[in-house]
């Protein structure tokens, strides 16, 4: 049976206390009580800075067995090395994760805004995912942001590897509902405003079809809300939560 992961794009955000977590709640709490409420979250934390593996491990800790980590790549592979020569940075990386156990579910590797489609990059950096003795035990989904990697050669190529294309909801950057893979990846960025909009009831409706029907094709789902500003993602989460309940 295909599974739902539904959360948040982070959950340690100050603007969040009061909204969310309990006044008197303290920060070191928090991701306990969100566990509370949502099954997996995503990590953008992992993307700016590379927590030591104590961390990871007390993450691991404080959530149900059950839970589900995304993880956002760092930036260092995905923009500042741009995916070439990646070796020692992904050593790195999944050493410090792999404290997560079998709670690390998926990586999104977002790539930058100015990075065009290079199918042997992506060829090549997909390869070395797929020899590394952890990187090749859990799922992978791209986040494109320029126009030139929605292509069926892209499309060919994700497919064969068994990742995912990313859905990115947002009115900055394109997006095509494109399953590459036994999993669907869907990131709210927020439709109207980048990170600082509320999804209506209409659209998250539309969107809770779309979910039903890929589950129906037993298509696992992960799905993020990072619009983060006023407890949007939190609200929206839940009622969508609620939708497809």
Known sequence: MAKLFLGTSGFNYPHWRGRFYPLELPSKD??????SYFPTVELNVTFYRLPRPTTFGNWYEQTPEDFTFALKGHRQITHYKRLKETETELEK????VSHLQHKLGII??????????DTKLLADFIAALQAHPLASQVRHSFEFRHATWF?????SLLSLAGCALCLADSPRWPKVEEITASFVYIRFHGSQKLYASSYTREELKEWAKKIKHWLEQNLDVY???NNDAQGYALANARDLLDLLA
């Open 151 to 155: 292509s069926p050669q892209v499309y």
């Open 108 to 117: 999104l590797w977002q790539l930058p805004p100015g990075l065009k489609a």
């Open 93 to 96: 990386f999944f050493h410090h």
């Open 30 to 35: 928090w991701l306990k009580f969100y566990a």
């Open 223 to 225: 799905a993020y809300f």
